[in-house]
């Protein structure tokens, strides 16, 4: 069993000098009609542009950060966005990694309202076919979990506990250089 056990390690983790920095634009968009007979039809979309960069390690290790833009106007008409470092693994295609959000901000179109104080994580998982050496395309799964502990309305801060929380798909390219 414990030769077996090596040898998968083995064939998971080696690789002919992977080591490469790593620059991955991210995109998920919604666009959504609503019409129900007794109120004109409405339209909303969602858009999200996530920003990675990092460093893939010889062995597949992932070390970078993320950065995410987010404009909604089917919950209400925001923009967000999101920054936290990044540890992960990348191997064969295969790209799996954890972000803990630092920083960020809500804010509301409507009412003057912004979130701030933002705690949380994404978890992205994604497969990358390559198109040639140093560009691959492919999807994207990511669970985003967050929270704001701050809602500041028109000027005035106040302790909220506002939270959201999703599976989200995306289209993923890889440039490795």
């Known amino acids: ?16 000098a992977l080591a490469q920095y790593m620059f991955s634009p991210s995109v998920s968009y ?7 007979n007794s109120n004109p039809a409405a339209s909303s979309n969602l858009s999200i542009i996530d ?13 970078g950060a993320l950065y995410s833009l987010i404009d909604d106007e089917i919950t ?9 470092p990044s540890i992960g693994y990348y191997n064969s295609g295969f790209f799996v ?14 009412g003057n309202t912004k979130y701030a104080d933002v705690s949380g994580f994404q978890l992205d ?12 395309i ?10 704001y502990s701050d809602a500041q309305v028109s000027g005035l801060s106040s302790p ?17 250089f």
Not at 2 to 12: G, Q, S, V
Not at 76 to 84: I, L, P, T, V
């Open 160 to 176: 909220t506990s506002y939270e959201w929380k999703g599976i989200t798909p995306y289209a993923a390219l890889f440039v490795n």
């Open 30 to 36: 919604l666009d959504r009609e609503l019409n129900d």
């Open 76 to 84: 209400s008409d925001s923009s967000d966005f999101h920054f936290g």
């Open 1 to 16: 069993m414990k030769k077996f056990i090596f040898a998968i390690l083995i064939l998971t983790t080696s690789q002919a």
């Open 97 to 110: 990694s954890g972000t803990f959000y630092i920083f960020g901000e809500r804010d509301l179109a409507a």
């Open 125 to 136: 998982f994604a497969y990358a076919v390559p198109i040639n050496k140093t560009l691959s």
């Open 138 to 147: 492919g999807p994207q799964i990511t669970y985003h979990k967050v929270k």
């Open 51 to 63: 920003m990675k960069l990092g460093y893939i390690f010889d062995m597949g290790l992932y070390i």
